[in-house]
């Protein structure tokens, strides 16, 4: 967990980078900039949880002035009866499942996908926002 928190806290847009925080203590918690995003969208954070055995979850979520407008996904890797280990809950509300195969070896190389998505997730939330 340390060594997830170490790769995002040189990161510019990462407002603070937190290590099994009191009210989340099984996780890494990183807040990014909102500053980088359309501004309906008020707070921007991934956490990572990894268990002892290898398996994760990493949640990417954006909270906007409309609730309505959250926009969450989640990569996972843990035995479960619907698909693959390895699969993504696809935004923007996380319930539909697809399986994957690009997943890292280990959970703490997940930080290069995630920073991958959030660099695309920032052009396309400009997309997304102005909707009404």
Same mark, same amino acid.
């Given at each position: 967990?340390?060594?997830?928190?170490?790769?995002?806290? +040189?990161?510019?847009?990462?407002?603070?980078?937190?290590?099994?925080?009191?009210?989340?203590?099984?996780?890494?918690?990183?807040?990014? /900039?909102? =500053?980088?995003?359309?501004? $309906?969208?008020?707070?921007?954070?991934? $956490? %990572?949880?990894?268990?002892?055995?290898?398996?994760? %979850?990493?949640?990417?979520?954006?909270?906007?002035?409309?609730?309505? +407008?959250?926009?969450?996904?989640?990569? /996972?890797?843990?035995?479960?009866?619907?698909? +693959?280990?390895?699969? %993504?809950?696809?935004?923007?509300?996380?319930?539909?499942?697809?399986?994957? +195969?690009? %997943?890292?070896?280990?959970?703490?190389?997940?930080? $290069?996908?995630?920073?991958?998505?959030?660099?695309?997730?920032?052009?396309?939330?400009?997309? =997304?926002?102005?909707?009404?």
């Amino acid at each position: 967990m340390r060594d997830i928190a170490d790769e995002w806290r +040189d990161i510019n847009w990462v407002t603070g980078v937190s290590v099994r925080p009191q009210e989340k203590p099984n996780k890494v918690v990183i807040n990014l /900039d909102a =500053d980088y995003y359309p501004r $309906e969208v008020r707070r921007v954070s991934v $956490e %990572f949880e990894v268990l002892a055995n290898g398996n994760f %979850f990493v949640t990417y979520r954006e909270r906007w002035e409309r609730k309505a +407008d959250d926009y969450r996904c989640r990569w /996972d890797r843990h035995p479960n009866d619907h698909n +693959d280990d390895d699969h %993504f809950h696809e935004p923007p509300e996380c319930e539909t499942t697809v399986d994957r +195969d690009d %997943f890292p070896k280990y959970p703490f190389q997940m930080t $290069e996908l995630m920073l991958r998505f959030v660099e695309q997730r920032r052009g396309t939330a400009f997309e =997304d926002s102005n909707l009404d």
